[in-house]
């Protein structure tokens, strides 16, 4: 097995893997580090779950399954690139793609009959939304700015738009009968098995069995009402019209990949209600989902005149849309994946609360964000900034995260108990002793969830958070609210630990609103504070500070400590790289910047010298980070411009920073030795290089695909210059 396993993956991320990843191995290979890789990309699990459609030489492990088992080792050692957290959408295309390249894959099948369907559904849907990220995050979430990173940010700040007290932006949340309001939690004082029920008039359906808790888990139950929401999605049009302003939506249609795609189906259906009213027979036999986007369901109506006319018509009289591409009419409603909460909400306080229009200007908007368990948090940021004016990223603070996540601690909406109810009755999680732990009447419609926290994963994660408070010395608050069910239960784990360790004091427990405004006071004053939160806020958290503090949110230091001692090291997000990819392809520059691979790396180096003793190891690590520092403090990122640096550029420069800083070293003059003549090459053949790299820009580049692109043709694109090969071929 390889020292450290780099992670295959989509999109952007994976195009720059083709040119950066030889650069690592080939270096490391001097510290007799072996780097190699696992496939998580979309299409690769994809091709993994169906071998029995593939021919023989098709096939291919399933490498998920298999870091699965690695990352509870102490032997892991993993850098994790961001992977497309897949819509329905984004699966059925990239079946399309793989069926189009000569596997015989299955259709997904959008209303199964037989069993054979239901089957192939099933093993489809167990693919979409977050998949990868509870299988592999076998611990919890240390989440911070890199040093280097966030001083060059307070030395270059980013543009912010400006805030007034005038806006007219907001967010808008319901009243009740949400997630939040209607949730109910509890510990189970042993380990037991369960099973959740629904009870009818005609009789008792299971909805799923099987399920098995340790002693000490948090289990959590709630459930949405379908006619609340539905009227509160149409008020709010109605609100937003009068007020003149953008409607726009913000859900997470990838990682909650059950209950999000449902709500951004009402949603859909509540801006186009006359036309669901007149024609919903009609555009139900034409295959009309609404979860599927309004830009399917035009696809699919586009040769009704009657339906089109109506179409317009309604449109005419809604509210304008928060825009995704004004240029190409995208709107806010058009695909489930497009708005992506923890990336459109920074986005827009950023830029001063303006969304772009279908006019293509900018306008204040209505952040409609349904449930509360955490619009609170964005709601207070834009009260805040318009009562204090945009933040200032040369004297900000910095904001790191603890986030609990380890053994899919919190998996909300991803997780699979999760329902669309089919018909009125009552639902009750059952323990196999025949208690009832939770219960709910719902109604057809409604959308019930439960999800849990195991003891263990709660005490690491409270234990990591003390470690870190002392590590900094700053500000730290959990951020859990007494009166949400599920977080006071998480209390009643924090504070007898605090209280032991004599650390009541040290630590601030907030509801995630009060929390918000504490954080913002703190930064303002350019202090630093640590935010201790639970899964799902450590996602939202950890785009939100880092897009105003740095303007992005892919150049975090990501470390997961997993529980039995390995490590996974993250490189970002990735919300964005559907965007570069279309560069790419049109104009052959790739604008995805690998900072946040550059960090992982330094860190997973260093973590393995540690576990292993191995000096050479830690000698690249502080290599790496040096490396980094010159990316920043030289300009050397990767401009969005066609004609101008891209990220191959910044892999050379990185390359030749890495290879000049491990020959400056005086700590191992062998591995000086061996790195000297190479960053002479690298120097010397700058004008070249950079010549050869700027050649290829501006036509289209052809990859072979985009869910599974050509390996040679990818190579092709990603590794142009023939002298930067020759001098890295020179490492092994």
């Given at each position: 097995m390889s020292d450290i396993i780099y992670t295959k993956v989509d999109e952007a991320p994976e195009l720059a893997s083709a040119s950066l990843l030889p650069v690592i191995q080939r270096f490391t290979e001097a510290a007799g580090v072996s780097v190699g890789t696992r496939d998580i990309s979309l299409a690769g699990r994809i091709l993994a779950t169906f071998?029995?459609?593939?021919?023989?030489?098709?096939?291919?492990?399933?490498?998920?399954?298999?870091?699965?088992?690695?990352?509870?080792?102490?032997?892991a050692n993993v850098i994790k690139l961001p992977n497309i957290s897949a819509s329905v959408p984004q699966l059925v295309g990239a079946i399309k793609e793989l069926q189009s390249q000569g596997f015989s894959l299955p259709d997904y099948p959008e209303a199964p009959d037989t069993d054979e369907e239901k089957a192939v559904r099933a093993k489809y849907d167990a693919i979409?939304?977050?998949?990868?990220?509870?299988?592999?995050?076998?611990?919890?979430?240390?989440r911070r700015a890199a040093k280097a990173v966030k001083s060059f940010a307070q030395a270059n700040p980013h543009r912010m738009g400006e805030w007034t007290s005038d806006s007219k932006t907001h967010v808008s949340s319901m009243s009740g009968n949400d997630f939040y309001s209607n949730e109910t939690s509890a510990t189970l004082a042993t380990a037991t098995g369960a099973k959740i029920v629904l009870e009818t008039a005609a009789g008792e359906k299971v909805l799923k069995e099987g399920l098995?808790?340790?002693?000490?888990?948090?289990?959590?139950?709630?459930?949405?009402?379908?006619a609340a929401l539905k009227d509160f999605l149409a008020a709010e049009i109605e609100k937003t019209k009068d007020q003149g302003i953008l409607f726009?939506?913000?859900?997470?249609?990838?990682?909650?990949?059950?209950?999000?795609?449902?709500?951004?189906?009402?949603?859909?259906?509540?801006?186009?209600a006359p036309v669901f009213d007149k024609h919903g027979d009609a555009m139900a036999e034409l295959g009309v989902n609404p979860n599927s986007g309004l830009g399917d369901l035009l696809a699919r109506v586009k040769d009704n005149a009657?339906?089109?006319?109506?179409?317009?018509?309604?449109?005419?009289?809604?509210?304008?849309?928060?825009?995704?591409?004004?240029?190409?009419?995208?709107?806010?409603?058009?695909?489930?994946?497009?708005?992506?909460?923890?990336?459109?909400?920074?986005?827009?306080?950023?830029?001063?609360?303006?969304?772009?229009?279908?006019?293509?200007?900018?306008?204040?908007?209505?952040?409609?964000?349904?449930?509360?368990?955490?619009?609170?948090?964005?709601?207070?940021?834009?009260?805040?900034?318009?009562?204090?004016?945009?933040?200032?990223?040369?004297?900000?603070?910095?904001?790191?995260?603890?986030?609990?996540?380890?053994?899919?601690?919190?998996?909300?909406?991803?997780?699979?108990?999760?329902?669309?109810?089919?018909?009125?009755?009552?639902?009750?999680?059952?323990?196999?002793?025949g208690t009832v732990l939770h219960q709910h009447v719902v109604e057809a419609g409604d959308i019930w969830r439960s999800s849990s926290a195991r003891k263990a994963p709660i005490e690491d994660w409270v234990n990591l958070a003390i470690s870190r408070q002392k590590a900094e010395g700053c500000r730290a608050i959990f951020w859990l609210d007494e009166n949400r069910a599920h977080d006071a239960q998480l209390i009643a784990y924090v504070r007898p630990i605090l209280e032991a360790k004599g650390l009541t004091d040290t630590f601030e427990i907030m509801a995630p609103r009060e929390a918000t405004r504490a954080s913002l006071e703190t930064i303002t004053k350019g202090e630093d504070t640590i935010a201790i939160t639970g899964n799902v806020l450590r996602d939202y958290l950890t785009d939100l500070f880092p897009i105003?503090?740095?303007?992005?949110?892919?150049?975090?230091?990501?470390?997961?400590?997993?529980?039995?001692?390995?490590?996974?090291?993250?490189?970002?997000?990735?919300?964005?790289?559907?965007?570069?990819?279309?560069?790419?392809?049109?104009?052959?520059?790739?604008?995805?910047?690998?900072?946040?691979e550059f960090c992982a790396l330094g860190e997973s180096l260093i973590f393995l010298a540690d576990a292993k003793g191995n000096g050479k190891a830690r000698i690249l690590g502080e290599a790496v980070e040096a490396a980094t520092q010159g990316i920043l403090d030289n300009g050397r990122s990767p401009s969005r411009k066609v004609g101008e640096p891209d990220n191959r550029d910044s892999h050379y420069w990185f390359a030749r920073y890495w290879a000049e800083a491990v020959a400056a070293q005086e700590d191992d003059a062998a591995l000086a030795a061996h790195f000297a003549p190479i960053a002479e090459a690298l120097a010397a053949s700058e004008a070249d290089i950079l010549s050869e790299l700027a050649a290829v820009q501006g036509p289209a580049a052809d990859l072979g695909g985009y869910y599974r692109t050509d390996p040679a043709k990818t190579v092709a694109v990603m590794r142009p210059s023939k002298t930067l090969n020759s001098i890295i071929g020179q490492t092994a």
């Amino acid at each position: 097995m390889s020292d450290i396993i780099y992670t295959k993956v989509d999109e952007a991320p994976e195009l720059a893997s083709a040119s950066l990843l030889p650069v690592i191995q080939r270096f490391t290979e001097a510290a007799g580090v072996s780097v190699g890789t696992r496939d998580i990309s979309l299409a690769g699990r994809i091709l993994a779950t169906f071998p029995e459609y593939l021919s023989e030489d098709q096939r291919q492990p399933d490498d998920l399954a298999d870091l699965g088992r690695l990352v509870k080792t102490a032997e892991a050692n993993v850098i994790k690139l961001p992977n497309i957290s897949a819509s329905v959408p984004q699966l059925v295309g990239a079946i399309k793609e793989l069926q189009s390249q000569g596997f015989s894959l299955p259709d997904y099948p959008e209303a199964p009959d037989t069993d054979e369907e239901k089957a192939v559904r099933a093993k489809y849907d167990a693919i979409k939304g977050s998949a990868v990220n509870p299988v592999l995050r076998e611990g919890n979430s240390d989440r911070r700015a890199a040093k280097a990173v966030k001083s060059f940010a307070q030395a270059n700040p980013h543009r912010m738009g400006e805030w007034t007290s005038d806006s007219k932006t907001h967010v808008s949340s319901m009243s009740g009968n949400d997630f939040y309001s209607n949730e109910t939690s509890a510990t189970l004082a042993t380990a037991t098995g369960a099973k959740i029920v629904l009870e009818t008039a005609a009789g008792e359906k299971v909805l799923k069995e099987g399920l098995e808790y340790p002693a000490g888990t948090v289990v959590d139950a709630t459930y949405m009402s379908a006619a609340a929401l539905k009227d509160f999605l149409a008020a709010e049009i109605e609100k937003t019209k009068d007020q003149g302003i953008l409607f726009s939506l913000h859900l997470k249609a990838t990682m909650m990949k059950v209950s999000d795609p449902i709500l951004f189906g009402h949603a859909v259906k509540a801006f186009l209600a006359p036309v669901f009213d007149k024609h919903g027979d009609a555009m139900a036999e034409l295959g009309v989902n609404p979860n599927s986007g309004l830009g399917d369901l035009l696809a699919r109506v586009k040769d009704n005149a009657s339906i089109m006319a109506d179409i317009d018509a309604c449109m005419a009289e809604r509210p304008p849309m928060y825009m995704v591409d004004s240029d190409k009419g995208i709107t806010n409603l058009h695909v489930s994946s497009d708005v992506i909460i923890d990336a459109s909400m920074p986005a827009l306080i950023r830029a001063g609360g303006k969304g772009w229009g279908p006019d293509g200007k900018e306008a204040d908007a209505n952040c409609v964000i349904p449930d509360n368990c955490y619009a609170p948090v964005y709601d207070e940021a834009i009260n805040f900034f318009k009562e204090n004016g945009k933040l200032n990223p040369a004297t900000a603070g910095t904001v790191q995260n603890i986030g609990l996540m380890a053994q899919k601690a919190e998996e909300y909406g991803s997780h699979p108990t999760t329902f669309e109810i089919p018909e009125a009755g009552t639902v009750k999680m059952i323990l196999d002793d025949g208690t009832v732990l939770h219960q709910h009447v719902v109604e057809a419609g409604d959308i019930w969830r439960s999800s849990s926290a195991r003891k263990a994963p709660i005490e690491d994660w409270v234990n990591l958070a003390i470690s870190r408070q002392k590590a900094e010395g700053c500000r730290a608050i959990f951020w859990l609210d007494e009166n949400r069910a599920h977080d006071a239960q998480l209390i009643a784990y924090v504070r007898p630990i605090l209280e032991a360790k004599g650390l009541t004091d040290t630590f601030e427990i907030m509801a995630p609103r009060e929390a918000t405004r504490a954080s913002l006071e703190t930064i303002t004053k350019g202090e630093d504070t640590i935010a201790i939160t639970g899964n799902v806020l450590r996602d939202y958290l950890t785009d939100l500070f880092p897009i105003l503090e740095l303007a992005t949110s892919a150049k975090m230091l990501s470390i997961v400590k997993l529980m039995n001692g390995g490590g996974l090291f993250e490189t970002g997000a990735g919300g964005s790289a559907p965007k570069h990819v279309q560069q790419l392809v049109e104009e052959n520059h790739l604008r995805w910047d690998s900072l946040g691979e550059f960090c992982a790396l330094g860190e997973s180096l260093i973590f393995l010298a540690d576990a292993k003793g191995n000096g050479k190891a830690r000698i690249l690590g502080e290599a790496v980070e040096a490396a980094t520092q010159g990316i920043l403090d030289n300009g050397r990122s990767p401009s969005r411009k066609v004609g101008e640096p891209d990220n191959r550029d910044s892999h050379y420069w990185f390359a030749r920073y890495w290879a000049e800083a491990v020959a400056a070293q005086e700590d191992d003059a062998a591995l000086a030795a061996h790195f000297a003549p190479i960053a002479e090459a690298l120097a010397a053949s700058e004008a070249d290089i950079l010549s050869e790299l700027a050649a290829v820009q501006g036509p289209a580049a052809d990859l072979g695909g985009y869910y599974r692109t050509d390996p040679a043709k990818t190579v092709a694109v990603m590794r142009p210059s023939k002298t930067l090969n020759s001098i890295i071929g020179q490492t092994a």
